[in-house]
């Protein structure tokens, strides 16, 4: 014969209360839904629910401190047997109203969160950059003001569901457990509204349009998600409004490209200014910049103004702009243009920089090789 007390780990003097607190302990440790698939476990489990079906039940723990057993007691005596489930199942719904909460909708007319919402917004590199505030409108479900959320008509009060008697759930046995479910006909409300709120049709909720203001932080990027605290849809039954969710993303620029806190542009510029060096006003997410070009720039050749990049989220640090410059080539020439050119060209012919020589060297060699 299995010695239960030894199963729970308590003595033989041991008392109602301390009995059960054992067995709440053990169950939770055991319970096949934190130990998923454990063979072990689940026999484990088994072997204390028999124990404490036996314990827990002063009538039977009698029977059992004297014959060594709980069988033998009549109908509805031992574990497995319908009536036999009454004490385990009492403590299993304690069990899990203090630690599973929701678990199989034990709770009558359980308060639940309100829904999570998500707004995608579209905003600017300029606002991205220096964060803005915009106001959204957003379709929500809040409580009926009408009927404060009851559904029913003002004046008028529901009635206890017949069906479940009020406890919102139905108990059914599914082989070696008692099992819940919500009731099927008042949604597990425990009550049928008569006369149904005319604000809400009964719903105790009414979808609205709300406006509200988000911040946007400096530093955002596509993807970027600002949770708002509160802000989705209210509960049901008096459970906390969920969360809503703004999900950014940031339109392409006509002129920069980010790269992380960096941004990239490309800037032309005259034949001339390459040659003689000079400044040029570039555009900058702050408005024009100067910039010093050195005489003989290439192009292609880059310039970083620091500091005038996207700032890191949450910091004073700021990324770098990379201008990029390329070389604008005059498609139309006047004919004194064409005039000076040509023979800015014929002088080249004659007096070969040193740059092209070399570079004439190179190409030489790769063709001779
Ligand atoms: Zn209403
Ligand atoms: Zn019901």
């Given at each position: 014969m299995k010695?239960?007390?030894k199963l729970l780990g308590v003595g033989r003097d041991a008392g109602q209360e301390d009995i059960k607190k054992a067995f709440r302990q053990l169950a939770l440790k055991y319970h096949p839904d934190r130990n998923q698939g454990n063979k072990e476990?689940?026999?484990k489990f088994k072997e204390i629910n028999?124990?404490?079906?036996c314990l827990g039940d002063s009538e039977k723990r009698a029977h059992y401190d004297r014959y060594g057993t709980s069988e033998g007691m009549g109908a509805g005596a031992g574990f497995g047997a319908g009536a036999g489930f009454g004490g385990f199942t009492d403590v299993f719904e304690d069990i899990f109203e203090d630690f599973f909460g929701s678990f199989g909708g034990y709770k009558k007319?359980?308060?639940?969160?309100?829904?999570?919402?998500?707004?995608n917004l579209t905003i600017t590199l300029e606002e991205a950059a220096?964060?803005?505030e915009r106001s959204i409108k957003i379709p929500r479900w809040q409580t009926c003001d009408t009927c404060g959320g009851s559904g029913a008509e003002p004046g008028t009060s529901p009635v206890t569901c017949a069906n479940c008697k009020g406890t919102g759930h139905i108990r059914f046995q599914q082989g070696f457990f008692s099992v819940s479910k919500t009731c099927g006909k008042c949604q597990g409300s425990g009550s049928i509204?008569?006369?149904p709120c005319k604000g809400c049709k009964g719903n105790g909720k009414v979808r609205v349009q709300r406006e509200i203001s988000v911040k946007i932080p400096a530093g955002v990027d596509t993807g970027s998600r600002l949770r708002m605290s509160g802000e989705g849809d209210f509960g049901s039954y008096g459970g906390p409004p969920g969360d809503l969710y703004i999900v950014l993303n940031v339109d392409e620029h006509s002129f920069f490209k980010r790269d992380g806190m960096d941004i990239y542009c490309q800037f032309p510029i005259s034949f001339?200014?390459?040659v003689f060096g000079g400044e040029i006003d570039v555009p900058t997410l702050n408005g024009p910049a100067k910039l010093k070009i050195p005489a003989g720039t290439q192009s292609g050749k880059s310039f970083h103004l620091k500091g005038k990049g996207i700032p890191r989220l949450g910091s004073h640090q700021r990324g770098d702009q990379i201008v990029s410059i390329y070389i604008d080539v005059p498609k139309k020439l006047t004919p004194r243009q064409k005039e000076l050119l040509e023979e800015f060209a014929g002088i080249s012919e004659e007096n070969n920089d040193e740059a092209s020589k070399g570079f004439?060297?190179?190409l030489k060699d790769l063709f001779s090789a």
């Amino acid at each position: 014969m299995k010695d239960y007390y030894k199963l729970l780990g308590v003595g033989r003097d041991a008392g109602q209360e301390d009995i059960k607190k054992a067995f709440r302990q053990l169950a939770l440790k055991y319970h096949p839904d934190r130990n998923q698939g454990n063979k072990e476990s689940e026999e484990k489990f088994k072997e204390i629910n028999e124990a404490y079906t036996c314990l827990g039940d002063s009538e039977k723990r009698a029977h059992y401190d004297r014959y060594g057993t709980s069988e033998g007691m009549g109908a509805g005596a031992g574990f497995g047997a319908g009536a036999g489930f009454g004490g385990f199942t009492d403590v299993f719904e304690d069990i899990f109203e203090d630690f599973f909460g929701s678990f199989g909708g034990y709770k009558k007319a359980k308060s639940t969160k309100g829904a999570d919402l998500r707004y995608n917004l579209t905003i600017t590199l300029e606002e991205a950059a220096f964060g803005v505030e915009r106001s959204i409108k957003i379709p929500r479900w809040q409580t009926c003001d009408t009927c404060g959320g009851s559904g029913a008509e003002p004046g008028t009060s529901p009635v206890t569901c017949a069906n479940c008697k009020g406890t919102g759930h139905i108990r059914f046995q599914q082989g070696f457990f008692s099992v819940s479910k919500t009731c099927g006909k008042c949604q597990g409300s425990g009550s049928i509204i008569t006369s149904p709120c005319k604000g809400c049709k009964g719903n105790g909720k009414v979808r609205v349009q709300r406006e509200i203001s988000v911040k946007i932080p400096a530093g955002v990027d596509t993807g970027s998600r600002l949770r708002m605290s509160g802000e989705g849809d209210f509960g049901s039954y008096g459970g906390p409004p969920g969360d809503l969710y703004i999900v950014l993303n940031v339109d392409e620029h006509s002129f920069f490209k980010r790269d992380g806190m960096d941004i990239y542009c490309q800037f032309p510029i005259s034949f001339t200014k390459a040659v003689f060096g000079g400044e040029i006003d570039v555009p900058t997410l702050n408005g024009p910049a100067k910039l010093k070009i050195p005489a003989g720039t290439q192009s292609g050749k880059s310039f970083h103004l620091k500091g005038k990049g996207i700032p890191r989220l949450g910091s004073h640090q700021r990324g770098d702009q990379i201008v990029s410059i390329y070389i604008d080539v005059p498609k139309k020439l006047t004919p004194r243009q064409k005039e000076l050119l040509e023979e800015f060209a014929g002088i080249s012919e004659e007096n070969n920089d040193e740059a092209s020589k070399g570079f004439k060297n190179k190409l030489k060699d790769l063709f001779s090789a």
